[in-house]
């Protein structure tokens, strides 16, 4: 299955979590040598609320029009307005830093000062020219990536098409290997010394805000200490492990059965490519290579579906919109059909990374991808969807409070809705014949295909900011980013290239959320709250059943308690939010161990007598 994850819109990132422009560090205005006051600090949020409002409207529509028509000039002028946005973040940075510790803040100031201060993504220091080098360098390598370029047979391949051509089985184990090798080659390698200048930049503007790094000041943004936060993904991670390390071992067999000894050995990491994803981010792409005899065969294929009635991009979206519609939430806006990007333009070069976007912090909601008609865009799309629906939810809130409880939340959202399209959800929609729903003897199948990507992203989702952490501190040098990346790769996904890197590689950059500059934490909190989320709506719903089955498509009772959840908006912590709709304050992989037990019994059945671990 190709990437299921998204950026955030840049409505929401642009002032708060974009590259940051260097500023004078804020001076006292003539005459007002007196310590702030709280009121002073009220003041202060309500003009940066203000101004911060009417700049990413702006800021939104520029860096639009330049993710889906890339140019030069696009770039140049993506490069000019997010450098007023982050001379903006920067200077509030300094500003709320300024007024943190004054005594009498309202809990409402300060969790916004608070927000102002951890929210940055890549500042730069205050010394002149550093922020537009850091701008520029930071908009160059996303161009780099959206036009990136592999081949396949000698012949190059545009970058959504490598995507899915990792993904056919039809490839030999020698094509794979050129799709990768000439992916990583040709989009990461060139992009390292120019990472390693703004890896550099903004460590120094991180220092001028009081963190120690940037990827400290990264993880302060969760509502607990940086090094409390590191401790509780490392806890989720051990609850989840196991469930890893049995599908792990149980699909390196089954490759070594389709490819032999040569190809992938019966013991060690499992070879990257091998794995249906560029990444190896997610593995349903080769189910039928490891699908179990006769439970295995779900009987379909939701593109398949989709393809026999003749289903469009359009239908596509216009389907994950009446989930939504189903739960009680409002249909999308005219706008919404307009101006959106549902498909990659001929005459173009575009981002075709999936994203949703808020370009008004209103009601002018929108979605970029390049959808092609498969059971992976389908799914997708109710995730992006999911994005619009929270921005929606919390438009009323103030601009700070503009985003998601966490930055896991939002990606959460419509991975638990898209959790729901079950075979009864295909059924209820007209995809599905009801005589063909799978019995409860196919159950090993549907769970084996869910984890596939669910399971199989868990370790992706916490290396990559892993690898980055330790290159803003400094641990991992630039002479060694490939060799610490594919080192972490190996510890935690048990996988490695299909062949030896040379010196130069930059593996990490042929990941888009790298050069993206995207903190990459959000996607593994996302896969565990997902199934938070899905196991206190099927709870709600009054579900019996085994939870995998459960679906809650048309329960308006779900719906009503997930948008009293969605419009809080950042306005409480995280926990408050968990709270609201699932009734506890604390992350945790239970629901996922729950959802996934029937399988996880049946691999360690299958596994007997294997090798476990590389």
Same mark, same amino acid.
């Given at each position: 299955?190709?990437?299921?994850?998204?950026?955030?819109?840049?409505?929401?990132?642009?002032?708060?979590?974009?590259?940051?422009?260097?500023?004078?560090?804020?001076?006292?205005?003539?005459?007002?040598? $007196?310590?702030?006051?709280?009121? =002073?600090? *009220? !003041?202060?949020? %309500?003009?940066?609320?203000?101004?911060?409002?009417?700049?990413? #409207?702006?800021?939104?529509?520029?860096?639009?029009?330049? $993710?889906?028509?890339?140019?030069? =000039?696009? *770039? !140049?002028?993506? %490069?000019?307005?997010?450098?007023?946005?982050?001379?903006?973040? #920067?200077?509030y940075a300094l500003e709320a830093a300024k007024y943190a510790t004054v005594p009498g803040l309202s809990p409402d100031t300060k969790r916004k000062l608070d927000i102002l201060r951890n929210g940055l993504v890549l500042p730069a220091p205050t010394k002149p020219g550093a922020a537009t080098e850091l701008n520029q360098i930071a908009t160059?390598?996303?161009?780099?990536?959206?036009?990136?370029?592999?081949?396949?047979?000698?012949?190059?391949?545009?970058?959504?098409?490598?995507?899915?051509?990792?993904?056919?089985?039809?490839?030999?184990?020698a094509e794979f290997a050129e799709m990768w090798t000439s992916w990583h080659d040709q989009v990461g390698a060139p992009m390292k010394d120019d990472y390693a200048r703004l890896v550099a930049i903004a460590n120094e503007g991180s220092k001028e805000l009081g963190f120690a790094d940037t990827g400290?000041?990264?993880?302060?943004?969760?509502?607990?200490?940086?090094?409390?936060?590191?401790?509780?993904?490392?806890?989720?991670?051990?609850?989840?492990?196991?469930?890893?390390?049995a599908l792990h071992t149980y699909v390196r067999w089954k490759l070594n059965e389709k490819y032999g000894d040569?190809?992938?050995?019966?013991?060690?990491?499992?070879r990257a490519d091998l794995l249906g994803n560029m990444w190896a981010q997610e593995w349903g792409n080769i189910y039928p290579l490891v699908a179990p005899p006769g439970?295995?065969?779900?009987?379909?294929?939701?593109?398949?579906?989709?393809?026999?009635?003749?289903?469009?991009?359009?239908?596509?979206?216009?389907?994950?919109?009446?989930?939504?519609?189903?739960?009680?939430m409002a249909p999308l806006p005219e706008t919404f059909w307009k101006r959106s990007q549902f498909t990659k333009p001929a005459d173009r070069e575009v981002i075709c990374h999936a994203s949703a976007w808020d370009i008004d912090n209103k009601d002018d909601i929108r979605i970029k991808m390049c959808i092609k008609v498969n059971a992976d865009d389908f799914v997708t799309i109710h995730h992006e969807l999911g994005h619009n629906y929270y921005q929606r939810a919390y438009n009323k809130q103030p601009f700070l409070y503009?985003?998601?409880?966490?930055?896991?939340?939002?990606?959460?959202?419509?991975?638990?809705?898209?959790?729901?399209?079950?075979?009864?959800?295909?059924?209820?929609?007209?995809?599905?014949?009801?005589?063909?729903?799978?019995?409860?003897?196919?159950?090993?199948?549907?769970?084996?295909?869910?984890?596939?990507?669910?399971?199989?992203?868990?370790?992706?989702?916490?290396?990559?900011?892993?690898w980055r952490w330790g290159v803003f501190d400094g641990t991992i040098k630039p002479a060694d980013y490939n060799k610490a990346w594919t080192q972490l790769r190996t510890q935690y996904q048990g996988i490695v290239p299909p062949g030896e890197r040379p010196a130069n590689a930059f593996d990490p950059g042929a990941k888009y959320h790298i050069p993206g500059n995207t903190p990459y934490t959000r996607y593994f909190l996302a896969r565990i709250l997902q199934f938070q989320f899905y196991k206190?709506?099927?709870?709600?719903?009054?579900?019996?059943?085994?939870?995998?089955?459960?679906?809650?498509?048309?329960?308006?009772?779900?719906?009503?308690?997930?948008?009293?959840?969605?419009?809080?908006?950042?306005?409480?912590?995280?926990?408050?939010?968990?709270?609201?709709?699932?009734?506890?304050?604390?992350?945790?992989?239970?629901?996922?161990?729950?959802?996934?037990?029937?399988?996880?019994?049946?691999?360690?059945?299958?596994?007997?007598?294997?090798?476990t671990g590389w």
């Open positions: 299955m190709k990437a299921m994850i998204s950026t955030l819109s840049l409505a929401l990132s642009l002032a708060l979590a974009g590259p940051v422009l260097a500023a004078e560090k804020a001076k006292d205005a003539p005459g007002q040598s $007196a310590k702030p006051t709280a009121a =002073d600090a *009220d !003041a202060f949020i %309500a003009a940066a609320e203000k101004d911060l409002f009417d700049y990413t #409207v702006e800021g939104s529509q520029v860096n639009w029009v330049n $993710a889906t028509y890339i140019t030069e =000039d696009t *770039d !140049a002028m993506a %490069a000019r307005i997010n450098a007023v946005g982050t001379e903006k973040a #920067v200077k160059d390598l996303q161009s780099q990536y959206g036009k990136g370029r592999g081949t396949l047979d000698g012949k190059e391949i545009s970058n959504s098409d490598i995507e899915a051509e990792m993904g056919n089985l039809k490839h030999t184990p400290a000041m990264w993880r302060s943004g969760y509502d607990m200490p940086p090094a409390e936060f590191a401790k509780t993904t490392e806890r989720l991670w051990q609850e989840v492990k196991p469930l890893y390390m040569a190809v992938q050995p019966k013991t060690g990491p499992i439970s295995g065969d779900l009987g379909y294929d939701v593109g398949d579906l989709l393809a026999a009635q003749g289903k469009t991009p359009l239908d596509m979206v216009k389907a994950g919109e009446n989930f939504y519609s189903s739960l009680g503009l985003n998601g409880a966490n930055d896991g939340f939002h990606e959460a959202i419509g991975d638990f809705v898209a959790l729901s399209i079950t075979p009864q959800y295909l059924v209820d929609i007209g995809l599905l014949d009801k005589a063909k729903v799978p019995s409860a003897d196919k159950d090993i199948g549907l769970l084996l295909r869910q984890a596939m990507d669910k399971v199989a992203f868990l370790p992706f989702g916490l290396l990559v900011d892993r206190a709506a099927c709870d709600q719903a009054g579900w019996k059943g085994p939870l995998h089955r459960c679906s809650f498509y048309g329960n308006k009772e779900v719906g009503a308690k997930l948008n009293a959840m969605l419009e809080m908006g950042a306005s409480k912590p995280w926990p408050d939010a968990l709270e609201a709709f699932t009734g506890t304050r604390e992350m945790s992989g239970k629901a996922m161990a729950e959802y996934f037990a029937p399988l996880k019994a049946w691999l360690d059945e299958q596994n007997k007598g294997k090798p």
